[in-house]
């Protein structure tokens, strides 16, 4: 690939400024390395990166030690989507558990926890908070990563989060602007709509991101979704009227813009990579999330020359970029002046009391308990049974790779208990789980059961034939609680996971 420029001037060390590339493995490869020692200031972790809070520690180090101040950036909003523990499920409950309590001094309490955390393996940018009003139940991709579908109690929340995280040494990224609650499909596929009106939007999407910034959130994440009321041509992400006139001057926002994923398929399928980053700055984003599929340095290196291109074209104001590239480096100093707040990378991360807080690094399992809601008037379980959890395949921001589930809990309190995974591709899956569990009492589990007619379909046949089912919905309780006992969890993470087994097998904490 040919490099249309020095990678030492300044125009290329702006253009590499404002990306947010991801990698492969679990230590910094050399052409990391060296594209950070060049100008690069972003890197983004995914789940692929992490096998242990010391690792991660060593590598934040090594990329520390070609630039001293280089943001390390990773999608860790706990709940359902975790990368720091995506090999066991996270310790903490998602938004919409804590949503679910409604207390901001709790939501504060878990932030801080989660950025302690996060800050004690060196990472000091965190895509979060999902900001975004699940005002449409069948969303296929915010659902129990919001707060919750009132806008007045996801304002308070996204606030309490952004502050909680940020004492923690920690930049907060709330997203998705200006709001991705309201979709139906998933910006990963496909390009979403939201068709309402102006009013609607500010009364609605905008509180919590107004509350965010009055927070003081060091970065807002945009979100690939057209919006006609504002732009009936541009996705947020590519549009200057919704990040420099809205985002900017209307609601007077003066920190780091990011773009959500730059190859999720509503931008890479619609305009490309190359061109779609290039619009994202000169519609005012300042930083390119990249790499989450893409991660390698042919992409790094083609986004950069596009963006050099541009400017020498006269598409791109050479000083759009520079103001990108110097927003990107001034919430970089800001971490770095933070850093002898908060513990060293390595510190204890699991277990006591963090420190400076009074907050129990076990805020997570307190608040997930908090969370459970227990309806119906049948016994716990006291006896051996069949776990069958009817599953269905994670949209990309949850990923298949992270495990959920009650069946191993229980099991270890109610000898004789086994487990199942059903879906819906078979043609009866009732009579499977039937068929399994024999004499034993039924539990079934569920995340979303009224987004899956075959999920209703197979509660039903079973709680016909086995009244006595217990029910546990670990995502969206949208549909009536049914079942001898109904568990919801709102998350499926594994603290949620183990409240579950608490509440189900009727056993003190």
């Known amino acids: 690939m040919t490099t249309l420029v020095s990678t030492t001037d300044t125009l290329t060390r702006d253009a590499l400024a404002v990306l947010q590339p991801g990698f492969t493995g679990t230590t910094a490869p050399d052409w990391l390395l060296r594209r950070v020692s060049e100008g690069l200031t972003s890197v983004g972790l995914f789940g692929r990166n992490i096998e242990s809070p010391e690792q991660l520690a060593a590598l934040t180090a ?54 302690r955390r996060l800050a004690a393996c060196g990472v000091n940018l965190n895509w979060a908070p999902s900001a975004d009003v699940n005002s449409n139940p069948g969303n296929p991709v915010i659902g129990v990563r919001s707060f919750g579908a009132d806008t007045a109690l996801v304002a308070r929340h996204t606030a309490a989060y952004v502050e909680g995280l940020q004492a923690a040494g920690v930049a907060a990224c709330t997203k998705h602007f200006p709001g991705h609650g309201d979709t139906a499909v998933d910006s990963h596929l496909a ?14 999407e905008l509180l919590p991101f107004r509350a965010a910034i009055a927070a003081g959130s060091k970065s807002v994440m945009s979100a690939h979704i057209l919006l006609p009321a504002l732009d009936p041509d541009r996705p947020a992400t590519l549009s200057p009227q919704i990040l420099t006139g809205l985002l900017r001057q209307e609601l007077g926002y003066d920190g780091l813009i990011v773009t959500d994923g730059v190859e999720m398929e509503a931008i890479s399928k619609t305009y490309g990579i190359e061109r779609g980053s290039v619009l994202a700055i000169a519609a005012g984003a300042d930083a390119i999330c990249v790499g989450g599929g893409l991660a390698d340095e042919e992409t790094v290196v083609a986004l950069r020359d596009a963006l050099v291109a541009a400017v020498r074209s006269g598409e791109l104001p050479e000083e759009r970029l520079a103001d990108a590239a110097a927003r990107v480096r001034a919430l970089a100093s800001w971490t770095q002046g933070v850093r002898g707040d908060v513990p060293e990378p390595g510190a204890e991360v699991q277990e006591g009391t963090a420190p400076g807080t009074g907050v129990r690094s076990d805020v997570g399992l307190v608040a997930a308990r908090r969370a459970v809601r227990v309806t119906g008037t049948g016994d716990p379980l006291t006896g051996p049974a069949h776990v069958a959890e009817f599953a269905t395949e994670a949209n990309i921001a949850v990923g298949d790779e992270t495990p959920w589930g009650i069946a191993d809990g229980i099991a270890r309190l109610r000898p004789g208990t086994d487990g199942g995974r059903y879906t819906g591709e078979t043609a009866d899956p009732a009579a499977e789980v039937l068929a399994a569990a024999g004499d034993r009492r039924i539990v079934a589990v569920v995340r979303d059961e009224h987004r899956h007619a075959w999920m209703a379909q197979a509660l039903d046949a079973l709680l016909a034939a086995r009244p006595d089912t217990i029910v546990v919905e670990m995502g969206l309780p949208e549909s009536t609680p049914r079942g001898s006992l109904h568990v919801a969890t709102h998350g499926a993470s594994r603290v949620c996971g183990q409240a579950a087994v608490e509440a189900v097998t009727g056993t003190t904490p």
Do not use: K, W
Not at 192 to 201: A, G, N, Q, Y
């Open 191 to 204: 390009m979403p709509r939201i068709d309402v009106d102006l009013d609607t939007l500010h009364a609605r």
């Open 62 to 115: 090594r990329l520390r030690s070609e630039r001293d101040d280089v943001l390390v950036a990773i999608d860790e909003e706990g709940g359902d989507v975790t990368r720091l523990e995506v090999n066991e499920g996270s310790s903490f409950p998602g938004n919409f558990a804590l949503g679910s309590i409604d207390d901001t001094d709790l939501t504060r309490a878990v932030a801080h926890e989660l950025g």
